[in-house]
């Protein structure tokens, strides 16, 4: 992508909502665009729990994109958090670009946000993704199906994985946003800040190591980053919390190896983010059911009146 600007008065800019039902690609269509990894990746559901704001800053144009938790039915109050983040963007951007998964059937989460459809002006795109896995017909019967069930202002067929017609969904964007200013400077790629990301990669790798034996009751905290006197060195500790001792020893792993690999495979995206070398040490604590418990939902950087 190309990342320089112009001040000629043609320049458009505006905030572009990702909104879908959980696993449809969303984090992966946003670090295509962005073209590097701001948002984590797992074959799990639920994974974005935070607004993640991604900026990309063409000659002519800036789009904000917000990468927002997948629409679900809540279970509790970080569900909850979750879903009131997801809704409340719906009405302060200037698109929404509906992602659904190609391979996926028509069902009740799609007709739930539909319904949400209904209560905004705002333009809505239909974006269907992973149409890498599925035959050109049944696309067209999936294309003929949404046409049925709302007026969008286009529909566009993508592979985030692969970045097909990715481009094509870009100038489109760019087609459809009104005339504004640069909100961004020009080499800026997220709105969050280092801390955050780097907590959601250490999430990221203890998601994809245990698998199906820890679900979403895993949060992590950033404890301290500093840099190590006059070495190239940046210090980060970091706590990973969950809600069972019988998770903590999932988390540990035999004589501590599982932790130990989180911590290595993390290492190598934070040294990629920082550019620096990186010691990282984690720590693992029991905080039960304290995704129920508002207090620790804000310690943790869920904090609701932000949205």
Known sequence: MVNNTSSGT?????????????NVGKSTFLNRVIGQKIAIMSDKPQTTRNKIQGVLTLSDAQMVF???????????????????????TLKEVDLVLFMVNAEEGF????????EKFQTIDTPVFLVINKI??????????????YKEKYAFQEIVPISALEGNNVERLLEQIKAIL??????????????????????????EKALHLTREEIPHSLAVVLDKMERQGNKDIIHVMATIIVERDSQKGIIIGKQGSMLKEIGKRARVDIENLLG?????????????DWRNRMSQLREYGFNENEY
Do not use: C
């Not at 679900?72 to 979750?82: A, C, N, S, T």
């Not at 069902?107 to 539909?114: A, C, H, K, Q, Y």
């Not at 890498?132 to 199906?145: A, G, K, N, R």
């Open 10 to 22: 043609d320049y458009k800019s505006g905030f572009i909502s990702i909104i879908g039902r959980p």
């Open 66 to 88: 917000i990468d927002t938790p997948g629409i679900h039915k809540p279970k509790h109050k970080l569900g909850d958090f979750m879903m009131k983040v997801a809704q409340n």
């Open 107 to 114: 069902g009740r989460g799609e007709e739930f946000i539909l």
């Open 132 to 145: 890498d896995q599925v035959h050109p017909d049944e696309l067209l019967q999936i294309i003929e199906l």
């Open 178 to 203: 009104p005339e504004g200013p640069q909100y961004y400077p020009a080499d800026q790629v997220t709105d969050h800040p280092e801390r955050f990301i780097i907590t959601e990669l250490i999430r």
């Open 276 to 288: 620096s070398k990186v010691f990282l040490e984690l720590w693992v604590k029991v905080q039960k």
